[in-house]
């Protein structure tokens, strides 16, 4: 089973250029999101989306764009990078409507010089 | 707004020593309740979890308690290992979405 998928798993970019970090899930769940995760600050949630056609800002969504054109994929995009946006970012998705857990890619690390 | 409050660590065990991770929480209604474990390098994966009160979630020898009369869920395993070593996040959500983190609590076991 492939869960989350999450690519590309590390990236290095320059101050301003652009990137779009891939997710994909092949358990038909409703709800995906988007974290990062820096030293000290747990896990913040960027974007989510309850489901194709549908996203929502989380607590920190500046700096990132975000689609869901169908129910698998929801990519982050970051327009113009800045070093504040080096992080680990992960994919989480889960099934709506009952206690269901969330699950997770695997991350992808970003840094931005 | 809902919220999780977690002891930070760090949390420096003896192999074989008792665990507690206490974590609490801020909820309208009746959230689910979760423990993510994070190895190293890893993503976060799911250890146990609890979905109205009084349930207990266990796995690996990990166990919680929902205790909505005092709105806790805390971690609790009666003899850690070296490869318990990780950080673990407690977490509540809401029909399976609309999740929110504590900001986890490492936890290091020696031999």
């Known amino acids: 089973n492939a869960g989350v998928t999450q690519t590309p798993k590390f990236q290095v970019l320059k101050t301003g250029q652009s990137m779009t970090l891939q997710c994909a899930q092949d358990m038909n769940h409703e709800y995906m999101s988007w974290y990062r995760q820096d030293p000290g600050m747990g896990l913040r949630l960027i974007h989510y989306?309850?489901?194709?056609?549908?996203?929502d800002q989380g607590e920190v969504p500046n700096g990132y764009n975000v689609s869901r054109s169908t129910t698998e994929d929801f990519p982050l995009r970051l327009l113009s990078a800045a070093p504040s946006q080096t992080s680990v970012y992960f994919c989480?998705?889960?099934?709506?409507?009952?206690?269901?857990?969330?699950?997770f890619g695997e991350g992808s690390r970003l840094t931005v010089l | 707004g809902n919220s999780v409050t977690q002891m930070e660590g760090p949390v420096t065990l003896s192999e074989e020593a008792f665990l507690t991770i206490n974590c609490t929480y801020t909820?309208?209604?009746?959230?689910?309740l979760f423990w993510y474990v994070q190895y190293p390098g890893e993503g976060l994966q799911l250890l146990l979890k609890?979905?109205?009160?009084?349930d207990k979630g266990s796995n690996k020898g990990f166990e919680a308690t929902y205790r909505k009369e005092t709105t806790s869920f805390h971690l609790e395993k009666g003899s850690v290992q070296v490869s318990d070593s990780a950080v673990y996040f407690c977490?509540?959500?809401?029909?399976?979405?609309?999740?929110?983190f504590g900001p986890g609590t490492r936890l290091s076991v020696l031999p």
């Open positions: 609890a979905t109205k009160a009084d």
């Open positions: 989306s309850v489901g194709a056609g549908i996203t």
């Open positions: 977490a509540l959500s809401r029909y399976g979405q609309n999740f929110v």
């Open positions: 989480a998705s889960s099934r709506t409507g009952d206690a269901g857990e969330l699950f």
């Open positions: 909820a309208t209604g009746y959230p689910s």
